[in-house]
């Protein structure tokens, strides 16, 4: 079976300081890779999605990069995180439209 | 483009009633609809999906969905909830753009109350 894995679970960072989230797939290859941010009561914003290695489409002009070293790695990168970075951002990989979520990283920038 | 709009940001209701969660859509052509499920402090889990066929699509935790076309809707519906329903859901909308990218409504989120 499939499973996703998103570290750390939790993080809190001062402004300023540099970022990275790692996601990982297990038991699938070649898959469709998002990363999401949900801000304290809102809904999910795409922030960057990948179809392949290397290949990296961005949604929202912001001081975040993601990149896609490998098949099932997808990191999210930060060099100066910014107050407005906080919030939780979630993985997900894609199967026929359907996706599936990380347990997500909760993000405190202070 | 795709926009979903979910019409309640909350919704209060005692165990065991039925409820409706709303959700609306727009899009120039064809897509596939999904409601997602969020527990704090949690990532999403699909509930069900409308790709075609039947309007009536069932999904986990007994929860079902009507797809209207004409009213572009695909409202969420159980029939009786209980406690452990309380959570965010979210409606999205996805159609084939070489990256298959999904569009989530706002979320409503579902409280239970005993």
């Known amino acids: 079976s499939q499973t996703i894995h998103q570290w750390p679970a939790t993080l809190v960072q001062p402004v300023g300081s540099p970022l990275s989230l790692e996601c990982t797939v297990e038991?699938?290859?070649?898959?469709?890779l998002y990363w999401y941010r949900q801000a304290a009561g809102r809904g999910l914003q795409l922030l960057f999605y990948s179809v392949g290695i290397g290949q990296i489409s961005s949604e929202v002009p912001q001081n975040l990069s993601a990149s896609r070293p490998q098949d099932r790695q997808f990191i999210l990168s930060s060099k100066k995180l910014l107050l407005s970075d906080s919030g939780f951002y979630l993985c997900a990989w894609e199967r026929a439209y359907e996706q599936y979520f990380g347990p997500g990283t909760r993000l405190t920038v202070t | 483009a795709q926009s979903v709009t979910q019409l309640d940001s909350q919704v209060p209701v005692f165990e065991e009633a039925p409820v409706e969660l709303r959700c609306n859509y727009s899009?120039?052509?064809?897509?596939?609809l999904f409601w997602y499920v969020q527990y704090p402090n949690q990532g999403l889990q699909l509930l069900l999906k409308y790709l075609s066929g039947s309007t009536l699509v069932k999904g986990i935790n007994g929860f079902e969905a009507e797809f209207n076309k004409s009213q572009t809707s695909l409202h969420l519906r159980k029939p009786s909830v209980h406690i452990s329903d309380t959570a965010e859901y979210f409606c999205?909308?996805?159609?084939?753009?070489?990256?298959?990218?999904?569009?989530f409504g706002a979320g409503t989120r579902l409280f239970v109350k005993a």
């Open positions: 999205a909308v996805s159609k084939n753009t070489g990256g298959f990218k999904t569009i």
């Open positions: 038991g699938t290859s070649n898959p469709n």
């Open positions: 899009s120039s052509v064809s897509v596939y």
